[in-house]
């Protein structure tokens, strides 16, 4: 069974640095397009950042300088590197995946890890 774990959520400071992780686990014959979104209470989950299988990566708008996606696909696993972190990035944070199981799919399909939550506050 495929499962996507998130981890190195915290408490930070304004100002401050936290690094996310996320690791594809089970029977997997190849990862592609990944994400990170997030959720904030009260508010619709949203895109923070995305890489494809080749590396390339892409931010919304609000996290555009500060944020760090990358893959080390032989790990099956996603960073989300935050620095000069603010208040209004509080919020969980979810591992997204398109991804082709072993025991001979072909199509890939789409899962969710549970989430780690960042709080940013003084």
């Known amino acids: 069974q495929v499962q996507l774990v998130e981890s190195g959520g915290g408490l930070v400071q304004p100002g401050g640095s936290l690094r996310l992780s996320c690791i594809a686990s089970?029977?997997?014959?190849?990862?592609?397009?990944m994400r990170w979104y997030r959720q904030a209470p009260g508010k619709q989950r949203e895109l923070v950042a995305a890489?494809?299988?080749?590396?390339?990566?892409s931010y919304g708008d609000s996290v555009k300088g500060r944020f760090t996606i990358s893959r080390d696909n032989a790990k099956n696993t996603m960073y989300l590197e935050m620095n000069s972190l603010k208040p209004e990035d509080t919020a969980v944070y979810y591992c997204?995946?398109?991804?082709?199981?072993?025991?001979?799919?072909?199509?890939?399909?789409?899962?969710w890890g549970q989430g780690t939550q960042v709080t940013v506050s003084s």
């Open positions: 089970g029977s997997i014959s190849s990862i592609k397009g």
């Open positions: 890489i494809t299988s080749g590396g390339d990566s």
């Open positions: 997204n995946a398109d991804l082709i199981p072993g025991g001979g799919s072909y199509y890939p399909y789409n899962y």
